[in-house]
């Protein structure tokens, strides 16, 4: 009997040490991919602290506090209720607080990117009439902006569908064949459906299902030499590039 007891006992501790063991585990695991309570707290009231007396002249909702596990750090998302390009990742790291206010905000990047969105919605709305079966989506990218002239700093900037010195069009299509042909006679349509509208780009990605596409080929190349052009950049693809700073993949 007092055996059968002494097994008992040494079961149970042994299922309660493996139960502990386990636990501990996946608290470490949690620990090293969504920080601890104690400092995700600390960081918190670190981060409301920067942003209160840092950028007090603005009106900032402060989101929750996230860990990254990339990047060892906790961080919150900053943002404006009134000032739409008005937001920005503050970031705390072994005692030290950091953002990048600059870079997105005062730079004109999130300006940039959100005017680019919008262009997209508007040649998007357009396509999708034109190419109601293939088309897919589309990327406007502001290659080089003139922040001097046009920019100037100002935050909640109207679009204005010239505001870029060079732009660039990304256009996805699906269902459409992947021959030269095809590829030179929809980015002649394309380009010539943008342009009657009123959009104008410098540079042209056309893809095909993913995997087929024409890169970074310039607007005044899209002429009836195009089918010429597209099949011997697709046969020198470093000549291309070379000469014509464009490519093909198939």
């Not at 149970?12 to 601890?36: H, Q, R």
């Not at 034109?130 to 589309?138: I, L």
């Not at 990605?205 to 080929?217: A, G, H, N, P, W």
Request: proline share 1%; with cysteine.
């Amino acid at each position: 009997m007092k055996k059968m007891k002494l097994s008992m006992k040494i079961i149970t501790t042994t299922v309660i040490t493996v139960i502990v063991v386990v636990i501990c585990f996946i608290l470490v695991i949690m620990d090293a991919y969504n920080g601890n309570p104690i400092s995700k707290g600390i960081a918190t009231g670190k981060i409301n602290d920067y942003v209160k007396t840092t950028y007090e002249e603005y009106e900032l909702i402060v989101g929750e506090t996230r860990y990254s596990f990339d990047y060892g750090n906790y961080w919150s998302y900053v943002y404006s209720k009134k000032d739409i390009d008005m937001h920005f990742n503050v970031m705390y790291k072994h005692g030290k607080i950091y953002d990048n206010f600059e870079f997105q905000v005062l730079s004109g990047q999130n300006t940039c990117l959100r005017m680019e969105k919008e262009y997209t919605l508007f040649i998007s709305s357009l396509l999708k009439k034109e190419y109601p079966y293939t088309y897919k989506n589309a990327a406007v990218q502001y290659v080089e902006m003139d922040y001097e002239k046009k920019f100037d700093g100002k935050l909640n900037k109207p679009l204005d569908i010239n505001d870029a010195k060079y732009m660039k069009v990304s256009l996805f299509l699906n269902n459409v064949d992947g021959s030269v042909e095809s590829l030179a006679s929809n980015l002649k349509k394309l380009h010539l459906i943008l342009t009657k509208n009123g959009y104008y780009f410098d540079e042209y990605d056309l893809v095909i299902e993913s995997y087929i596409r024409v890169s970074s080929i310039k607007s005044n190349m899209i002429d009836e030499k195009l089918v010429e052009l597209i099949q011997y950049a697709l046969d020198n693809r470093e000549e291309a590039i070379e000469k014509y700073g464009f490519w093909v993949n198939k």
